[in-house]
């Protein structure tokens, strides 16, 4: 019987996940080509064809259905062994950082699964914005960060990328006016970067509603249905929603976030950075 896989798995999950080979191929950083061969390997090794022509794109089988939970519950107890081995003797510091978009989903769920496995291992966390953040680790206040990435840095051992989308009030704006109202962080912002840059090049008229030095500013503009604003689908809850195409908004690109490990960290650190290079990636809406 020939076994399953986990990097097989895991590029499965990432097209179940996107809905896309495309999006998938981005998630887990290997060209089309090669996840369409690693996904032609899994239906080898199942016996069945796991994906079928669905629209313009593909869809999944009832294998495909079947397979997804397994291959969940089998990365689950990968995960599970990987951590408990690695934290059976560990000992120390973990001082991690990280941008709100994580704090908030994502990351809570792994720092809980890395305090079990390392009991003896403190974690010290900070939640800031991209820049200060890569400050503190070049300066060694931070062991680790997930920041906004805007160029490969040779620190980082993981590479995270989301579709950027625009977000509004699930009520929508409170009003319709001919400038389209925005709530962005202050500058520098990668998101505001390229939401004005997308606009710009539409030649849509905007104003900039409201601004704020954090998401929760941002997050009370756009429930009000003051502004919409860009971001991911992490910010996509508690009565946020994706804009409805009438509203004619730009094509964006895609965000990509980095998970930097600081030149001699420790053995613990580089732990917590392998999990969430492998498991930090967002279900659902994701690159």
Not at 76 to 102: C, M, N, P, S, Y
Not at 111 to 135: K, M
Not at 227 to 236: E, H, P, S
Request: charged share 20%.
């Amino acid at each position: 019987m020939e076994t399953l896989d986990p990097d097989l798995l895991k590029t499965f999950l990432a097209f179940v996940d996107s809905g896309s080979l495309a999006q998938a191929a981005s998630s887990v950083g290997r060209s089309p080509s090669a996840v369409t061969a690693q996904m032609q390997r899994l239906e080898e090794i199942v016996g069945e064809p796991l994906l079928a022509p669905q629209g313009r794109g593909r869809g999944l089988t009832k294998a495909g259905e079947d397979l997804v939970g397994h291959a969940r519950r089998i990365l689950a107890a990968h995960r599970e062994a990987w951590l408990a081995l690695k934290g059976a003797r560990a000992a120390g510091r973990v001082a991690i950082g990280t941008t709100q978009d994580f704090a908030d989903s994502g990351l809570p769920d792994l720092l809980r699964a890395f305090a079990v496995s390392h009991p003896r291992v403190r974690i010290e966390l900070r939640v800031g914005r991209s820049a200060e953040l890569a400050q503190a680790l070049q300066s060694g206040g931070l062991d680790l960060a997930i920041v906004m990435r805007q160029a490969a840095t040779p620190d980082e051992v993981g590479v995270l990328r989301e579709p950027m989308i625009w977000l509004c009030s699930q009520m929508g704006l409170a009003s319709r006016q001919e400038e389209l109202p925005l709530a962005l962080l202050d500058p520098y912002c990668g998101f505001r970067e390229a939401a004005l840059a997308a606009l710009d090049t539409a030649g849509r008229r905007y104003r900039i509603a409201a601004g704020s030095a954090s998401l929760a500013g941002l997050r009370t503009a756009v429930n009000a249905g003051v502004a919409l604003t860009l971001r991911t689908a992490r910010f996509a809850h508690s009565g946020i929603v994706e804009a409805p195409r009438e509203l004619g908004l730009p094509q964006v690109p895609m965000a990509e976030f980095a998970i930097r490990l600081r030149a001699g960290a420790g053995g613990p650190a580089a732990d917590l950075a392998a999990l969430l290079s492998g498991d930090l990636a967002l279900p659902g809406l994701r690159g």
